[in-house]
């Protein structure tokens, strides 16, 4: 089912996210699911015992999208097509979210020193009874970071909304020394797979 090309929702708080539509010029409007930050949690991001980072990456999003949908249906929303998104840095099988301390951050970031990491971002578009997702794959690789850059970084206070601890848009860009895939993805919102998607959904 094509549906109206006026605008769709955006199911995240992510400034970067409403960015990145706004740069491929889609009209969106953001759907908040919790109005009152104190409620409990729509979606359990805790990972399952033995998820595999693709895995989890993919429900995450996916029950992102099913919950703003419901929210949509209890307020008697315009029934538009939602846009979720969901981002997690992992290494092997470690999967690593949004540091919530100074120390997380910095364990993270020493983790990732001078290593690999992969970042998945999954994309989810829900309307009706029809939900499409793909998750985007993309490899980072840091230089090595002394214990110095690292505490300087954590103190700019820029790791603690994003996953893996770091903006690869911020100050963290002169961390990495080589990146294979969606440099969209790795910000939060991979361009060709979402701008594919949505012409799919009819949304222009």
Not at 42 to 65: F, L, Q, S, T
Not at 141 to 153: A, K
């Amino acid at each position: 089912m094509l549906v109206s090309p006026s605008y769709i929702y955006l199911a995240s708080r992510s400034l970067r996210r409403r960015e990145l539509l706004q740069q491929i010029h889609v009209d969106h409007e953001l759907l908040l699911l919790r109005v009152n930050p104190a409620r409990q949690r729509d979606v359990n991001e805790d990972v399952a015992p033995g998820e595999a980072p693709p895995e989890y990456v993919a429900r995450i999003c996916r029950e992102k999208a099913e919950a703003a949908w419901k929210r949509v249906i209890q307020r008697k929303r315009p029934r538009k097509v939602i846009l979720a998104a969901d981002t997690t840095v992992c290494l092997g099988t470690r999967i690593f979210g949004s540091p919530g301390t100074p120390d997380e951050a910095k364990e993270t970031l020493r983790a990732l020193s001078g290593r690999e990491h992969k970042v998945l971002t999954a994309v989810a578009l829900k309307h009706e009874d029809r939900l499409e997702m793909t998750v985007s794959e993309s490899a980072v690789r840091f230089r090595d970071i002394d214990g110095g850059e690292i505490d300087r970084y954590v103190d700019t206070g820029e790791p603690f909304d994003k996953a893996g601890g770091y903006a690869i848009q911020g100050r963290a860009a002169v961390f990495i020394a080589e990146i294979r895939g969606s440099y969209s993805g790795v910000v939060g919102l991979p361009l060709y797979e979402t701008a594919s998607m949505l012409k799919s959904f009819g949304v222009t």
